[in-house]
């Protein structure tokens, strides 16, 4: 009888152990077939009595149908594979590409609720009664706040990048500067993203230095783009050249060849104005000539993810006539999203007041300073016996590519535990409930205090 072998005989605990069917009569478990599946329900409880067998096997004794089906209820609420939960970005970075980039102003968050609860004149003009135009809904707002004359959303910047290429350049050359020839995490390389849209791409210059005369000299017949990418993850310094927009923008005109302007992150506003490292502005560069301007709607706009191109007409509406464009159109939960945050740089008398990303970039230090004095002996308490909570100083960062070699002065909580490795401590704070995410600098854990706007956010509890 094998397994049944190291049992004491007679009084066999395994065949005290209750059924599945019998468990599913329990009232508890009435109560949870009412709000979940029953096939998951049987698998929970299946899980737990095989908990309970080994348990038995290793002289426990059975615990009660109740208890069974409590275990069987933890399992079910648990759940230990990766899902999309809440986290607390106490890491520095404000926009934290892992961490899912810019948080959404409350108007947008409305507009995305509205969307997701009805139907919408998503591609319906409301006064013709015929089809619309999505783009249509955004046009507007995006115009008057770029100065150009036309723009359409795509799924993300890598996306409008894509679709500029494909669409304009498709079977021809790409004009670029080796010294703007960036990787942009997660493998959104541009000879890659070339390569996919069907374009050649012919790279100028060298690594630290391209001239005027490196375009000149690559423009052909074959020309179909000239590419002007900001490189915004990293900054060549020291022996540098490089061919400004407008002089870019001059030499295309001269050969007949539009100038795509990758900004990335690309601010709305002049963020210097707020006191935080300057960054290149659209309205600027549509001024400067550019035929297109890209950038991204989630990093520095502070919007959902989104991938904006502004610029002439009759190049967005070839991108708009692309077949690609429908793979890469945007939903309209998100084009709601976006098309709030847009009215809130028209209208808004005080954007961070009005948008949350612009309001954690320009935090007050001494505010940072109260929520941090607030919070300290309350998590100190919460974390438990031997861990010390301090307010130091901190060195924040914008992120996603924005402003890469600027840091933001910032306040940080260290925790520290004489037993504890930094990683220690960060990983129970990363199993904490909502999980918060904090960054080890200089042998310490910090929890950067520039997104942590009231102690509440960090009112978190510790397994
Ligand atoms: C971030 C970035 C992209 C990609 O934008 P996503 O919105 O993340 O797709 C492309 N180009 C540049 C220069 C960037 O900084």
């Not at 894509?162 to 020839?181: H, N, Q, T």
């Not at 104005?273 to 706009?301: H, M, N, Q, T, W």
């Not at 954007?351 to 954690?360: E, S």
């Not at 970039?361 to 940072?368: I, S």
Request: proline content about 5%; overall charge neutral.
């Amino acid at each position: 009888m094998g397994h049944d072998a190291h049992v004491a005989g007679g009084t066999n605990p395994l065949r005290a152990i209750p059924s599945v069917e019998r468990l599913l009569r329990h009232p508890d478990a009435v109560a949870l077939v009412a709000r979940c599946r029953r096939e998951r329900v049987v698998e929970a409880l299946r899980m737990a009595l095989a908990d309970t067998r080994r348990a038995l096997a290793d002289g426990g004794v059975l615990p009660s149908d109740a208890a069974l089906v409590a275990a069987a209820t933890a399992f079910l609420d648990a759940g230990t594979a990766p899902r999309p939960t809440r986290v607390v970005n106490a890491t520095g970075v404000v926009l934290h590409t892992n961490l899912g980039r810019a948080l959404l102003a409350d108007d947008a968050i409305a507009a995305m609720a509205d969307a997701a609860r009805g139907a919408m004149n998503l591609e319906l003009d409301l006064i013709t009664g015929r089809r619309g135009d999505r783009d249509a809904l955004l046009a507007d707002d995006l115009c008057a706040l770029t100065g150009a004359e036309a723009g359409l959303v795509v799924n993300n910047n890598a996306a409008a990048v894509l679709l500029a290429i494909a669409a304009l350049a498709g079977g021809r050359e790409v004009v670029v500067s080796r010294g703007e020839l960036v990787e942009i995490g997660g493998s959104f390389r541009m000879p890659e993203v070339m390569a996919v849209s069907g374009a050649r791409l012919r790279e100028v210059g060298t690594t630290n230095r391209t001239h005027a005369d490196d375009y000149r000299k690559a423009i052909g017949l074959e020309t179909g783009l000239l590419v002007k990418i900001h490189t915004s993850n990293y900054r060549i310094v020291g022996f540098t050249a490089d061919v400004e927009l407008r002089d870019l923008v001059t030499i295309g005109r001269a050969h007949g060849v539009p100038v795509l302007d990758d900004l990335g992150s690309g601010a709305l506003v002049d963020l210097a104005i707020l006191g935080l490292p300057s960054e290149p502005v659209v309205r600027d560069r549509v001024g400067a000539g550019a035929d297109l301007v890209s950038f991204s709607g989630d990093k520095l706009l502070g919007g959902p993810q989104a991938g904006i191109v502004v610029g002439r007409r009759d190049l967005v509406e070839r991108l708009a006539a692309h077949p690609l464009r429908r793979a890469l159109r945007s939903d309209k939960i998100r084009l709601a999203a976006l098309a709030a945050t847009l009215r809130l740089y028209r209208n808004a008398p005080d954007l961070p007041a009005a948008l949350p990303t612009l309001r954690w970039l320009t935090r007050p230090l001494a505010e940072m300073d109260t929520v941090g004095r607030a919070v300290a002996p309350h998590l100190a308490a919460r974390l438990g016996e031997g861990y010390r909570v301090t307010v130091v100083d901190s060195e924040a960062e914008v992120g996603s590519g924005a402003a890469p070699t600027a840091t933001l002065p910032s306040r940080a909580l260290a925790v520290e535990h004489p037993d504890l490795s930094p990683d220690d401590v960060a990983a129970r704070f990363r199993q904490a409930t909502p999980p918060v995410i904090g960054r080890v600098h200089r042998g310490r854990f910090l929890l950067d205090l520039r997104g942590v706007f009231s102690p509440d956010d960090l009112a978190v509890t510790f397994a």
